[in-house]
């Protein structure tokens, strides 16, 4: 009896426990909302007119602004991209060479190869390569590829929507979770974004690791939380995606997260019952450093099995090999340096305003958080939730300045390196003018202006944000019609070598099997359509100069392949082949040959060349001949077809490229109707990239 009376005295004791923790808890929570609430009476200031300072807790106003949903947002940048991918220029050589010639060995068994891969280098991953190859064999397994230039812009395409997937949801959570004005001014500036026009669809590890860095970013735009979704909705979303775009992509990239950890041993939550100082962050430190180590094992892993394999070596980490050569041992220098302003003209060029804006994010907080302590009620749980409010607004706009001064201080840079904070840079050009706005309301109710005018004023500036952004935006578009008109040449002319081999056969190309060829019974060997048999000799195509313009052996014909003619314009290290699959008979004998061809000195490579440039040569080895010929410039410009016989040599077609040296910057940054510039008085200088076939076929090498 007495022990039924202890289980019932037992029992009740826990549920006046359970009572009493779920009092608390209200009350915690009652007194929190008080907080915000008062707050957010005291923030009406910027919108209607009272006494006091700017916050980032104010949201007077915010369901009237409009964002569009995360279905309209994705088809309007996918507009954007999809224009990219298919028109925009291939920007860097680098991409071409390091990323699109591998991928076409793994795909199509021949390709140009950089001392970057040769095994005893090991600096590239071809597990970053695999993501690309099997999106190319499922898209073709959808709908089967005919010609190599269908797979090279299926591909682009694929990068273009998955680039705007990313942006829409990065976007989506800054509305949800910062700021809805702040979210359509970031929209906005994306749309209008010619550096997101050429980067989302770039074959790149740093275009990669971009749109893993928004993905991450966006579940990052939450606040620090410590209740039972914080770790699934914040942490691992974030984590796993800062390591993927580290570990898979662009080991450069983890320099983004850096705020993201901060933030997470920094920013208490509101809902943590936990009274010592030290346990919530050891906590959140313990979800970190887990979610990290799964997820580094994970992708690493992967990506290290996949080089060790092609390699043939016993474990390669080819991005610390990268990072070991390039900062430890400092050979990047080798390939040029820049001076410090570099990423700021670049910038410019291609966001212009966005570019400034997002540089006057800082001091604009700054000035911003300033102007919030300047409140009646400094001291206390009102002015400890304001600065928090202005910490996590910080810990998101540094993720662009850090990368920004990271790559400022390094004496090699590329514009491909600030790809990774593109999306970054309009967030902060969206936070500057917002923040910006907010700061002129607050003046003038320091300067004791009426309600009245302050909501005039309020109105005006907010049409002039979103006007600066439209024009920038404008700005951009002209910018991507330039890219594309101006410097779209080498594809274009290369399509002229590739139209008469796109005209021999209708049949699949050997990527794996279609789905019409398994309906129909047939398999991979079973090409869909009727083929040309194969050619027994390979074509050489020839490039001089311009050999950094050559857009990738997807627009090679098949059973042709490039080689350099010597030129005294280049004397540094020019990539060499790798040894085709129908000689070593798989891909990772040729990924795996001992070469002693390369260096890492970048000194000149005499076997990666013709022996000399002489006519004799030339009209021996070379079938076909690509070069970039410049009327206006004197003879001493080394055109290749000054070397061409015109009896042995038939012109096939000439595609006009701007002559960027003697065009002035106004004439080459944005395109500008002829008209027009002729009444400025620009004159544009125009050459044409040429393309000629030898009427004989040439001497094997």
């Known amino acids: 009896m007495s022990g039924v009376q202890a289980n019932s005295t037992s029992v009740k004791q826990a549920r006046a ?30 919108h209607k007119g009272g006494e006091g300072g700017p916050s980032i807790a104010a949201n007077e106003g915010q369901e009237k602004v409009y964002v569009p949903s995360a279905s309209v947002l994705f088809r309007i940048l996918a507009v954007v991209r999809i224009a990219g991918a298919l028109m925009a220029p291939i920007q860097d050589c680098d991409e071409v060479y390091n990323y699109w010639e591998p991928l076409h060995l793994l795909q199509f068994g021949s390709g140009k190869q950089t001392w970057e891969y040769a095994p005893q280098y090991a600096l590239r991953s071809y597990g970053f390569l695999y993501v690309y190859k099997w999106a190319a064999q499922a898209m073709h397994l959808a709908i089967g590829f005919r010609t190599k230039p269908q797979v090279f812009y299926a591909l682009r395409l694929a990068m273009a929507l998955a680039c705007a997937g990313c942006e829409t949801l990065f976007v989506r959570r800054i509305a949800d979770c910062v700021d809805r004005r702040i979210a359509a001014l970031t ?9 997101m026009f050429h980067a989302a669809s770039a074959l790149l590890p740093s275009s990669f690791a971009m749109c893993l860095c928004t993905l991450a970013s966006a579940a990052a735009m939450r606040a620090p939380s410590d209740d039972a979704g914080h770790l699934a909705r914040r942490v691992v979303p974030a ?64 990506a290290c ?44 060029a291609n966001a212009n305003a966005v570019m400034a804006l997002a540089l006057a994010s800082l001091p604009v907080w700054a000035a911003y958080c300033c102007a919030a302590t300047m409140r009646r009620s400094s001291t206390g749980p009102l002015a400890q939730l304001r600065s928090t409010h202005c910490l996590l607004l910080l810990f998101r706009i540094l993720p662009f300045f850090l990368v920004f001064g990271v790559f400022s201080a390094q004496p090699h840079k590329e514009e491909r390196f600030l790809t990774i904070v593109y999306p970054h840079m309009c967030f902060n050009a969206a936070v500057a003018l917002e923040l910006a706005q907010r700061l002129c309301a607050w003046t003038m109710v320091r300067a004791g202006i009426g309600a009245p005018a302050r909501t005039r004023v309020a109105a005006r500036l907010g049409r002039l944000g979103v006007g600066v952004l439209v ?65 027994t000799t390979t074509a050489v195509v020839c490039m001089g100069k311009d050999w950094y313009r050559f857009p990738s052996s997807y627009w090679l014909p098949s059973n042709h392949r490039l080689e350099y003619i010597p030129t005294r314009f280049f004397d540094g290290h020019l990539p060499g082949d790798f040894l085709p699959t ?48 410049y009327p206006g410039r004197s003879s001493d410009s080394h055109a290749v077809s000054d070397l061409l016989d015109p009896a042995r040599w038939r012109r096939v077609g000439c595609v006009p490229m701007l002559d960027q040296e003697r065009t002035p910057l106004l004439g080459r940054v944005v395109y500008i109707p002829r008209l027009v510039l002729r009444a400025l008085g620009v004159r544009q200088q125009w050459g044409s990239m040429c393309v000629y076939r030898k009427e004989q076929p040439a001497e094997a090498v």
């Open 582 to 629: 129908s000689e070593s008979g798989s891909a990772r004998a040729s990924t795996s040959a001992a070469r002693a061809d390369f260096n890492a000195q970048n000194r000149w490579e005499p076997r990666h060349a013709l022996s000399d440039n002489s006519t004799q040569t030339i009209a021996r080895v070379c079938d076909a001949v690509v070069d970039a010929e």
């Open 17 to 46: 426990e359970r009572r009493h923790q779920k009092q608390a808890r209200k009350a915690r929570e009652q007194t929190e909302e008080k907080k915000r609430a008062a707050i957010k009476e005291q923030d009406l200031v910027l």
């Open 187 to 195: 929209a906005l500036a994306l749309a209008g974004s010619a550096g």
């Open 305 to 348: 099995a996949v080089d060790s394999w092609h390699y043939a070596q016993a474990t390669v980490v080819a991005a610390w090999s990268q990072v070991a050569y390039n900062v430890v041992g400092g050979g990047s220098h080798l390939y040029g340096t820049e001076p410090w302003h570099f990423y700021i003209k670049n910038g410019l």
């Open 471 to 535: 024009l920038s935006a404008a700005v951009g578009v002209l910018r991507m019609a330039a890219l594309a008109s101006y410097y779209g040449a080498p594809v274009r002319a290369f399509a002229l070598l590739h139209d008469a081999d796109a005209k021999a056969g209708n049949g699949f190309l050997p990527l794996g099997p279609t789905v019409k060829a398994l309906w129909s019974g047939g398999g991979a060997a079973d090409t869909g359509g009727s083929r040309s048999p194969p050619a």
């Open 239 to 302: 984590v796993a995606a800062f390591v993927a775009a580290a570990a898979g992509g662009w080991p450069y990239a983890i320099i983004a997260a850096v705020p993201f950890a901060l933030e997470e041993i920094s920013i208490r939550g509101d809902n943590d019952d936990d009274d010592c100082c030290w346990r919530w962050r050891i906590r959140r430190i313990g979800w970190v450093a887990v979610t990290g180590f799964a997820s580094l094992g994970a992708v690493a892993g992967a």
